[in-house]
Nanobody, 116 residues
Framework: VQLQASGGGLVQTGESLRLSCAAS????????MGWYRRAPGKQREFVAG???????NYPDSMKGRFTISRDNAKNTVYLQMNNLKPEDTAVYYC???????????WGQGTLVTVSS
């Protein structure tokens, strides 16, 4: 299983970006997919998740600005990020998880830099 994250870049405060995570296999096989991020000097944190049935969840700090979605036909999960802030600067990682058989997969990360 390979996850290819893309879409990162340098933006200014208040702008938007859409990240993509393309899987090398059908995403139907994953119980959940999600995005995490690691800011410089900080621990990795959960950003957004989506289950195979399409249910989504976000930490309270991400609600309202970030939206996760999936396109099953393209085997791709997206993260729409609006009204970006400098504190959103981080490397964003895509994750996919399955229960049977158990598996946890990570993409290579894509850098998002938000300038003030």
């Amino acid at each position: 299983v390979q996850l290819q994250a893309s879409g990162g870049g340098l933006v200014q405060t208040g702008e938007s970006l859409r990240l993509s995570c393309a899987a090398s296999v059908s995403i139907f096989g994953f119980n959940a997919m999600g995005w995490y991020r690691r800011a410089p000097g900080k621990q990795r944190e959960f950003v957004a998740g989506i289950t195979s049935s399409g249910s989504t969840n976000y930490p309270d700090s991400m609600k309202g600005r970030f939206t996760i979605s999936r396109d099953n036909a393209k085997n791709t999960v997206y993260l729409q990020m609006n009204n970006l802030k400098p504190e959103d600067t981080a490397v964003y990682y895509c994750n996919a998880m399955k229960l049977v058989p158990p598996g946890n997969y990570w993409g290579q990360g894509t850098l998002v830099t938000v300038s003030s």
